[in-house]
């Protein structure tokens, strides 16, 4: 659920008005799934899931908004259904708020490999989480310094 994140680091940087009031833009993840292929060699897999990105006491509109998150996907999340790139719903506060909440499909690359009995597993985008504790099964969480992959 790395992109969700990264999302929301983006909108706070691009809207600098929820940078003073972050509670106010909020985002999730709901119905993830994990894709793997069974077999000895490929442990490869891919999670997908909906990205919820809400908006309160928004003074923005669908469209500048659309905008924002059009530009953040085209970089980060390629290809994307042309038609249906983003779905959302408005419920307006006044003449000038709305909640906005808008829902994004978002999935993320994941590389495992095993390195002299060390597990890897590499995404698709910047991983900051902090490295697992060793034991037996010693796995470390790294990001593939080659960027972004189209997924």
Not at 19 to 46: M, S
Not at 113 to 137: C, E, H, K, L, V
Request: glycine share 6%; charged share 20%; with cysteine.
């Amino acid at each position: 659920m790395l992109k969700i994140q990264q999302l929301y680091t983006f909108l706070l940087a691009e809207l600098g008005d929820y940078a003073q009031r972050p509670t106010d833009l909020r985002c999730f993840a709901e119905a993830g799934t994990t894709l793997a292929y069974p077999g000895d060699e490929n442990r490869d897999f891919k999670l997908s899931y909906t990205g919820i990105i809400i908006f309160a006491n928004c003074t923005y509109n669908a469209a500048q908004l659309s905008h924002i998150l059009l530009a953040w996907m085209q970089r980060h999340q390629r290809p994307w259904t042309g038609d249906e790139a983003l779905a959302w719903d408005a419920e307006i506060i006044s003449a000038s708020l709305a909640d906005i909440v808008f829902s994004v499909q978002l999935t993320e690359r994941m590389t495992v490999t095993d390195d002299n009995g060390t597990i890897r597993i590499t995404g698709d985008q910047p991983m900051s989480w902090p490295a697992a504790p060793s034991g037996p099964f010693d796995l470390r969480i790294e990001h593939d310094p080659s960027g972004p992959h189209s997924e």
